[in-house]
């Protein structure tokens, strides 16, 4: 289905991707191109990837695909909205395998060569392993790559647990309860689900992140799921590259969803990946309320 959003330039079609892993599963997606009539063979493209118990559509994800200046894609992951299959915790396995089937379809069918990719919380991470684990083929045309309030220190999802301990003791799991897309969501989780969900390995950044790609890292200081520390550490990991670049901006007033104010997110990005098209983009920290970088 193709409708006409308020950019008249732009083309947006709804896109269902059969997957290769997961029977009667099609990942559901939002393909926006700003020069529809163009051939799409060799054309760069933007990801962007949603967070826990999100989709393609909450918070700033669609504001931003419908301003980007290239073409973008956004997808719900399975169990996630749109997209059928089983919703996990803890599985990042199964978002990499998603998203990998993604780069697959876009590439394949279309010819696109991905070359930003967006990532909120979960989806940052997922990001951030795709990357590593492709760095010498896929993730090797990438030349952005934007973190919004990205987890490093996996093992502090165990603070949630223990700050709800008599509840985990009573019942035998925790739930999480959320609105997607209007629609409640209840999710439980058991000790398996953070086990694994802390057993994530994101110290392969260190050594194995690609060293030319660009990197925006973007947090609110006022974000109580993800400690705004985590974004320090990935700023020191990513800063220690030649020849990719790391920005590190602090929102003062923002939480971990920028609720309220997608606007920072969406004219942040821009501004910075217009700063890589001037060619002057240099490692360091954007204060917030300041042009440009301190």
């Not at 590259?241 to 790391?246: I, L, N």
């Not at 971990?256 to 606007?263: I, K, L, R």
């Amino acid at each position: 289905m193709t409708v006409t959003p308020a950019n008249a330039s732009v083309k947006t079609t709804k896109v269902a991707i059969p997957h290769p892993l997961e029977k009667d599963c099609a990942i559901a997606g939002v393909l926006e191109q700003v020069s529809p009539d163009q051939p799409t063979q060799g054309r760069k493209i933007a990801l962007i990837l949603h967070g826990a118990m999100g989709h393609k559509d909450y918070l700033f994800q669609k504001k931003l695909a419908l301003r980007l200046p290239m073409d973008s894609f956004r997808f719900d992951f399975r169990g996630n909205h749109e997209t059928p299959g089983t919703w996990s915790f803890g599985r990042f396995g199964n978002d990499i395998d998603d998203l990998e089937a993604v780069v697959e379809y876009l590439t394949k069918t279309y010819g696109y060569v991905v070359d930003t990719l967006v990532g909120h919380s979960r989806g940052s991470v997922v990001s951030m392993l795709w990357l590593c684990k492709h760095r010498d083929d896929a993730a090797k045309h990438v030349t952005r790559y934007v973190n919004v309030a990205g987890r490093y220190r996996m093992e502090k999802v165990y603070d949630e647990l223990e700050a709800n301990r008599a509840e985990f003791e009573r019942q035998g799991f925790l739930e999480r309860k959320a609105m997607v897309a209007r629609k409640p969501f209840i999710s439980r989780l058991y000790q398996q689900d953070y086990d694994e969900f802390a057993s994530i390995d994101t110290s392969i950044a260190w050594a194995h992140f690609p060293a030319h790609i660009d990197v925006l890292t973007l947090h609110g200081l006022q974000d109580a799921v993800v400690p705004p520390y985590d974004a320090f550490i990935y700023a020191r990991i990513y800063g220690a590259r030649a020849p990719g670049t790391h920005t590190l901006r602090y929102v003062e007033d923002a939480d971990h969803n920028f609720t309220g104010m997608p606007e920072e997110v969406v004219d942040t990005v821009l501004e910075w990946m217009a700063q890589q098209e001037r060619g002057e983009l240099v490692t360091g920290v954007w204060h917030t309320g300041v042009k440009g970088k301190l």
